[in-house]
């Protein structure tokens, strides 16, 4: 079954900085699908941004964007000016062939102004 | 609205009870997963569906089943043999549109079960 690992402790971040968000995946499909959600305390999951295994360009949402390294496995998620907003848990899921969608263990973001 | 309900939002049981969780979506997505989240821990997959009719087991599926009778709905019973049931549970579904390319998730809300 494909691996998903986000590593890094609990992150403060200073309102208006970029943070980077890690995210390895280990698979031998080659087509697969990796995403990126949002959790706030209220529990629900928001979907932030997607790369395919194909897509030659890095993904972008407004101040989301994917830096997708197919080769080191690798879809780090970059936040660029942090809001007050953005504290919450941030998970990194991926889609292999048997669509079988599987998360992460997410990652603590504290924006603080 | 076009969306994904889960009820009831929170579920008290007492232990050797059955209980299930409701899942509905009227979305008309092929796919439907669902998963269980413990406090401060991600998302570890239960079980998901691709087609009515069909589903399978994911990481975690020891102590539930499911059923897909039903495109838009794919409830979830969480039976007495789940030792350790407290927990969040989320419901998803996305489109299916090929191996490895399923457009993303959509959830709901989130049911809150305790055990007491």
């Known amino acids: 079954a494909q691996k998903i690992t986000q590593t890094q402790p609990g992150m403060f971040v200073q309102e208006k900085e970029a943070v980077t968000l890690d995210c390895t995946y280990d698979?031998?499909?080659?087509?697969?699908?990796l995403f990126w959600y949002k959790q706030p305390s209220s529990g629900e999951m928001i979907f932030l941004i997607y790369q395919g295994s194909y897509d030659e360009q890095n993904a972008t949402e407004g101040r989301y964007s994917l830096n997708f390294q197919k080769a080191r496995k690798s879809a780090n998620l970059v936040i660029s000016a942090s809001q007050l907003g953005d504290s919450a848990m941030y998970f990194c899921a991926m889609n292999p062939e048997s669509n079988r969608l599987a998360f992460g263990k997410g990652n603590q973001v504290v924006v603080i102004p | 609205d076009g969306g994904i309900t889960q009820s009831p939002k929170y579920l008290f049981r007492k232990e050797g009870q059955n209980v299930t969780l409701s899942c509905e979506q009227n979305l008309t997505h092929d796919a439907m997963f669902w998963y269980r989240q413990d406090p401060g821990q991600g998302l570890r997959l239960i079980y998901y569906s691709q087609i009515v009719n069909d589903f399978q087991k994911g990481d975690i599926a020891e102590g539930y089943s499911v059923s897909r009778e039903k495109k838009e709905s794919f409830p979830l019973t969480v039976t007495s043999a789940q030792k350790n049931p407290t927990a969040f549970y989320l419901c998803a579904s996305s489109i299916t549109v090929g191996r490895g390319t399923n457009t993303e998730a959509f959830f709901g809300q989130g049911t809150r079960l305790t055990v007491v």
């Open positions: 698979t031998s499909d080659q087509s697969y699908g």
